[in-house]
């Protein structure tokens, strides 16, 4: 069948069904497929139940903050290069380091995130993205990196955020979920939904700091399943605003799509429905994450991927979105190379990702000259008139001037793919001396949490060799 006509065949619920409900069999702790009694009809979307309403569901929240509280690791713990000698990788610089190596695995986790940073930097809003994850007996893990890690770290470089620190430990509990709907064997025949709202309540140039982009005030709309046994997440962007400076629509929207599914988000902050994801049969997701967009759309009243733009084919865009990312392969090798050459000089996680970061700005303003489809605003007021000017000049053929304006456009670019490059700016040794950065500056004397012992303690009254791993 035609990616056209596919597209078609979804979206709108039958008036009543015949099919199996979900249904939660307390006592058990299990959800099964249970057949309608009698055959009745049911009303449609009843077997759509929120992730919370899991039985045991509160434990293991519990568990997924126990887990984000304990001390960091790798090289993110301390303010020194740590030798990196065993997997699993741990994070970016580790992984870079094991690209080094010409590691398969690490050459891989490098290229992703990488690859992740271009089409997050460059495309806030119309884009998607499939990632595989990888599931072991503890943990899920991208290309190496155990996730439980990510969100440590994460959750400590949050600490201090009234803003970032929710959204972290809701990201954290999900985590924990997915990797649960997973071993039950649940996301083969249904997903696991989460929408992530732009921030709400603060100003447009709080949004730009935290690196929300407030052009957009994009949402993330996530969306998990397993495919044969391979646990995959979808991940579309779509626009909070229809167009610049119009009134936000993004809480009609995720409210909406709820509601289309006889569940509820009034009432309920960004961080709070963040961490309130559905799970739904697939069969209301044939085409994966863009039937949830294409409902969002129709909520606005026809737009697309939230933007006052003309209707496309969902699938075929989705298409479309994988065939852009592709085309950045040359230089994710480009950067890459650039980064083994420069670890060294790159003595912990934080110092890593910020370069990462940094390099993938640079090349996504020289790929903005040409490629018209990603809007110069992504690297901030400065840097996009520069950007705009430098458009203009090679339009008429003026390449010198356009290439000055294109130096000054690298040099004010405000890029970052998300609300982690602003944890990223922060670092954990801000204004810290590396000597007293395993304590975030703070040093007292007591009795360290972990291993007991009288001594000078730092964050959360730990210990030095606690923190740094090396007890005793």
Known sequence: MAVAAIAE?????????????????????????????????TTPYQDVIKVSEIPGDAELVAQAQRNIKTRLVGDLAVSEAVEVKDKPIKNTREGIIWASRCDAEGIAMTDANIGTEMVEQAYKAGNVVTIKLQVDANDIYQNGQRMSDVHRN??????????????TVAEANNTHRMKRLYDMGLLEDNVYVRFSMCAEGVSDEKLDELRFFSSTKSISVQMAYSENGQLLEEIAMVAGVPDKDAPRHDRKMVEGVARHFNQSYEDKSAPEIIGDGMIIPKIYAKNGVVDFVRIMDDINGGTFYGQKLPRQDYLEHKIFCEQRAARFKDDVVDIRNQLIREIDSLPTAVDASK??????????????????????????????????????????????????????????????????????????????????????????????????????????????????????
């Open 9 to 41: 065949t979804l979206y709108a619920p039958p008036e009543s069904v015949n099919s199996p409900e979900l249904k939660l069999i307390y006592g058990t702790g299990q959800l099964e497929l249970i057949e309608n009694e009698g055959n009745q009809e």
């Open 154 to 167: 994460a959750n400590h470089l949050a600490s201090a955020d009234p803003i970032i620190k929710p959204r």
């Open 355 to 472: 370069r990462l970061a940094k390099l993938v700005e640079g090349r996504m303003v020289d790929k903005a000259l040409n490629d018209t489809s990603i809007d110069p605003s992504v690297f901030g007021a400065e840097s996009a008139a520069s950007l705009v000017r430098a458009r203009e000049l090679k339009a008429f053929g003026n390449h010198h001037e356009a290439q000055a304006f294109m130096q000054h456009a690298r040099a004010t670019a405000k890029g970052g793919s998300c609300p982690a490059a602003f944890l990223l700016e922060k670092g954990l040794s801000n204004n810290v001396s590396k000597e007293d950065a395993w304590a975030g500056g703070e040093q007292k004397g007591g009795t360290c949490v972990n291993c007991s012992k009288k001594t000078t303690v730092g964050v959360k009254n730990w210990c030095k060799g606690c923190i740094k791993g090396n007890c005793g």
